[in-house]
Structures are given as structure tokens and as C-alpha cells.
């Protein structure tokens, strides 16, 4: 999109939508959001389509499971609480460092890590499920142990239940035109580090990709917490049901 930081494309009558669905199933899945784009946008704050979703989840006792990096998931901590009582509701935060330096950099309209914490621990104390989804992990930038540790203890330290995380990146053409353009304006001389590394790759793992993994799952092993996908667990069987906007 050429206007990709000032434009938004709001899908007005999705709440209309999602009752008109639910009303016809038979059996609950999850209702995923953020798989594609941020539930809580700054959008958010004047179209509340995000809240009249969750409002239709919660009329009908819907488990509901959404990934932010926003803390204006606290503006509708009251009705997560109550979806957390009647079914299922877990909130999980992408967090790839808990530098708020280095945040505003890589991701300069996003809330702080520290932000993103303090919600974290807030959710948590209103009765939902949180943790965290630790990726993208930019390679040469953000993939060092000190980095890994911080995120996994920040998570843990905010009662956390989970750190799920894949050390490394992917980039598609577009994408990787604009990322370049980002670092030899942020980080003059990673690109070329990037380039003899990855090429055309889609797929960008550090070349250390491997050590840092096990160190991160050790540490998740050390402090409880979920590091593989494969060993989160959500509730009934049919977990089909997902949807994404804004």
C-alpha cells in the first residue's frame, strides 16, 4: 500500500457480520484476531470496531484469543474480564525487545515494550489469560542472547504464561525494498550484511539461529513458561474459527 502509514481500511459492518455468523454455528471455536493486521489500532480510538466485536463474542460466550502491540487493549480490560469468566479470552503481546530505545526505532507507531508490559500485567490481574508472541527477531539487530533473555524475563516478570517465539524473519519484495530503505537510514551497514546473508530469501534466520533458540527455551523451561506453539493449548477442538481486521 502506498499510504501503508496513514491509510486504514476499516471493514465498518464486521460486528454485523460476526453476529450473523455465530448465530448460525453449532459449535465454538476461537475467534483469533491480529493475525493480520493490530486489533487496537489508533483507529480504534474513534471506530471501537474492535470493541463492538468483542461485545458481540461476549453475547454469545465465545472464546475469543487476540495478538496486539497495543496497550489500548486496556481500554476494554473490563469486557475481556468478562469473556475471560464466561469462556476463554487470552491476550498476547508481540514483544521482540523490551529497549524502548531501540522500539522507537524499529517500530516508531507502536507503543513502548515498557508500555506493552504494563498492560500485560494489568490483563493479568483482571483475570485474562496473557504472554507473549517474540517475533519477528531482526537479524544483526535484535538477535542476541542478552535481548532474548530480557523479553522471555520481562514476560515472566509480568505473569506471563507463555513466550513463543521464532528467532528470525521473513521478508516478501515489496517488504524487503522498504526494510533496506529503514536500515541504511537507522543502521548504516547492516543491508549489506543482510544481502550477503539472505539474498532473495524469504526466510531469514540468524546464523546462530539454533544456539539462541535453545537458550530461549531453556529459559522459558527455567521459568514455566510456554516456548513451542505446539505445547499451547486452547480450549474445545475446533479452533477454525478466526478472523482479523483493521
Known amino acids: 500500500m502506498e499510504h501503508f502509514d496513514d491509510v ?11 453476529r450473523n455468523e455465530l448465530a448460525k454455528k453449532k459449535n465454538k471455536g476461537v475467534m483469533g484476531f491480529g493475525a493480520m493486521s493490530d486489533p487496537w489500532t489508533k483507529a480504534e480510538r474513534k471506530m471501537r470496531l474492535t470493541r463492538q466485536c468483542l461485545e458481540v463474542l461476549n453475547d454469545f460466550s465465545w472464546p475469543v484469543h487476540l495478538t496486539t502491540k497495543s496497550d489500548l487493549c486496556l481500554d476494554d480490560i473490563e469486557l475481556l474480564s468478562e469473556l475471560a469468566k464466561r469462556n476463554y479470552c487470552c491476550v498476547n503481546f508481540t514483544l ?7 522500539a522507537k526505532i524499529i517500530e516508531p507507531n507502536a507503543p513502548l515494550p515498557s508500555q506493552r508490559i504494563s498492560a500485560m500485567k494489568q490483563l493479568h490481574e483482571a483475570g485474562i489469560k496473557v504472554g507473549t508472541i517474540m517475533t519477528p527477531v531482526l537479524p544483526f539487530i535484535e538477535d542476541n542472547e542478552d535481548n532474548i533473555l530480557q523479553v522471555i524475563r520481562g514476560t515472566h516478570k509480568a505473569s506471563g504464561t507463555f513466550c513463543i517465539g521464532f528467532i528470525g524473519m521473513t521478508m516478501r519484495d515489496r517488504q524487503r525494498v522498504y526494510f533496506y530503505n529503514a536500515l541504511d537510514k537507522h543502521f548504516p551497514g547492516i543491508r549489506r550484511r543482510y544481502e550477503k546473508a ?23 523451561n527455567k521459568l514455566g513458561l510456554i516456548f513451542d506453539m505446539k505445547d499451547f493449548s486452547f480450549p474445545g477442538k475446533d479452533t477454525s474459527h478466526q478472523t482479523s481486521f483493521l
Do not use: F, M
Open 8 to 18: 486504514v481500511e476499516a471493514k465498518v459492518n464486521l460486528p454485523n457480520l460476526l
Open 96 to 102: 521482540t525487545t523490551t529497549d524502548d530505545v531501540l
Open 198 to 220: 539472505y539474498g532473495d530469501n524469504y526466510s531469514c534466520s540468524p546464523p546462530d539461529h539454533q544456539k539462541l533458540t535453545q537458550i530461549a527455551r531453556n529459559e522459558c
